[in-house]
């Protein structure tokens, strides 16, 4: 397909095949008129000729549903162009791997499927909203990126509300993780659909197999006829997850647990309740017990505890037989928040409020509670101490492990991030970068003049590090920065992409 044309619609010049399927094949390419990596899905034409009308209209009928979708876990589409009548559609390039690919390799704890598993949900929701089912939940579709965002892909079969034009009664998609009533010719097929598909995802990430596929040698129909008739195996994995796994398999639609039931227990998973008050003690035994502080302090007043605490943070119900503890006299302790007070209300709070609470908080304390939160809210909150106070922002971002700092500066505006770690030790940037995705880091060194980039450059671990990220540098920014550094220069060509190093290299010749 691609034979003697590198460079489509005039501006994407094509690297290298990400993947094929039965609808098409996905390539990287470069955006040479924005200067950005993006992928490109392509209609295959070289596997016969059947439906070719059909199957190019199914590419552009995805293109549709997908634009229909503003959601962090959908890939947003760019454009659609068309080379010899089959239509190439132009999405963000998302470096990672797909879930099915991480559940061959690892175990994955209970805790980890619930946080994939609710940005998938999210998403179906957001696709649910813009009338689209997609149809092809499963691990395949899944895709984890390096900064551990979550991504929904491949709407090739998904169905957009009113059109039917295209799938008739075949029935398209991997067998295990089709809903029953994708079997059945006049049964309507909704969002339900959606939810048993990643129903069987988590039964799969879980046990590792599949609840219904049968090994004998009518494999395919065995598995339809299991999907259709029999219950799924049972978990050896229990726990919430496993209970609404096997709600969410539920053979009838109308029964099956639904977005708002899965989302909630996927909620509590991650944020689980504090432990409830004990039962108030009987009057009798209230009179008889001792005062719980000395007599001559005032009776506690049924506000909050302390002045920082936000009105509209409800802490659980106190009964009068719970120990109270007992309240720092200082003036100190009434105007900063606590540590443990903080942990057990920054979650539920929003960005604003979160900000305000950690800058009334020592930075050491800050940075302990941010090393607890999700690495989405990790960077939200720092960008948003960084608006006020970029150097405590700083010195939170060196005090958390370059793990959690390498997650956190994905959720940074890109000049924030560079602002931080320029303020850091050459070694302290380094070690965060080398703990980031390849894409944040590029982001990262683009916003820096190219003596500071080199410098960053300079101080990751290895050469080949660096040279992964300059490879998703901008290449006219790229080699502006290799001008300044004639021995970085012959080091980061020779560990970089042949494409990558061909395409600086003619950037970098004589008279360019």
Same mark, same amino acid.
């Given at each position: ?12 010049? #094509? ?5 094929? *399927? ?299 037989? +719970? ?14 928040? +606590? ?14 409020? *979160? ?14 509670? #941010? ?23 700083? @010195? ?93 220069? @012959? ?22």
């Amino acid at each position: 397909m691609t034979s003697g044309r590198d460079v489509l619609n005039g501006r994407y010049r #094509l690297v290298y095949q990400l993947g094929k *399927g039965g609808m098409g094949s996905v390539w990287l390419a470069e955006d040479q008129l924005l200067e950005r990596s993006v992928a490109l899905k392509a209609l295959v034409t070289d596997i016969g000729t059947n439906n070719l009308g059909e199957r190019r209209a199914r590419v552009l009928k995805e293109a549709r549903a997908l634009a229909r979708v503003r959601h962090p876990a959908i890939v947003p589409v760019h454009d659609v162009f068309f080379v010899d009548d089959d239509p190439w559609i132009v999405m963000e390039y998302i470096s990672g791997r797909s879930l099915d690919e991480v559940i061959a390799t690892e175990m994955i704890e209970e805790r980890t499927l619930a946080r994939i598993g609710l940005q998938v949900l999210r998403g179906l929701m957001a696709v649910h909203r813009a009338g689209v089912v997609h149809r092809d939940v499963k691990p395949a579709n899944i895709l984890v990126a390096q900064d551990d965002s979550i991504f929904l892909v491949d709407f090739g079969i998904a169905r957009i509300s009113g059109d039917s034009s295209l799938t008739g009664h075949r029935i398209m998609g991997t067998p295990d993780f089709i809903a029953p009533e994708r079997f059945r010719p006049d049964a309507q097929v909704g969002p339900p659909a959606d939810i048993w598909g990643l129903g069987v995802t988590f039964y799969y990430a879980l046990e590792r197999c599949s609840p219904f596929r049968s090994g004998n040698e009518h494999g395919w129909e065995a598995t339809m006829m299991a999907i259709l008739r029999d219950d799924p195996r049972p978990l050896n994995r229990r726990g919430r997850l496993g209970e609404v796994t096997l709600r969410m398999l539920d053979k009838v639609p109308a029964r099956r647990a639904d977005a708002a039931e899965v989302l909630a227990v996927l909620d509590v998973l991650l944020n689980p309740p504090t432990t409830p008050a004990p039962a108030a003690r009987p009057a009798s035994a209230l009179s008889a017990a001792p005062p719980a502080r000395p007599a001559a302090a005032p009776p506690r007043s049924p506000g909050p505890r302390n002045r920082t605490q936000q009105p509209q943070i409800q802490s659980p119900p106190r009964t009068h037989g +719970r120990a109270v503890p007992s309240a720092d006299p200082t003036a100190h302790s009434r105007r900063r928040p +606590r540590l443990e007070d903080a942990q057990g209300v920054i979650r539920n709070v929003g960005s604003d409020t *979160g900000v305000a609470m950690l800058l009334a908080m020592e930075v050491a304390d800050v940075a302990k509670l #941010l090393a607890d939160c999700p690495a989405r809210q990790c960077g939200e909150l720092l960008q948003g101490i960084a608006t006020v106070r970029q150097a405590t922002a700083s @010195t939170a971002l060196r005090l958390l492990s370059p793990a959690a700092a390498g997650r956190a500066i994905a959720y940074l505006r890109p000049e924030t991030a560079a602002a931080l770690l320029s303020a850091l030790l050459p070694a302290e940037a380094g070690r965060i970068l080398d703990s980031s995705d390849k894409r944040t880091a590029a982001r990262v060194i683009m916003e820096l003049d190219p003596h500071a980039s080199v410098k960053m450059l300079r101080s990751m671990s290895t050469r080949q590090r660096a040279a992964e990220v300059l490879a998703h540098v901008r290449p006219g920014t790229a080699a502006a920065l290799l001008r300044t550094d004639n021995e970085l220069a @012959t080091t980061m060509l020779r560990h970089l992409s042949e494409p990558v190093r061909k395409q600086l290299s003619r950037r970098l010749s004589p008279g360019q």
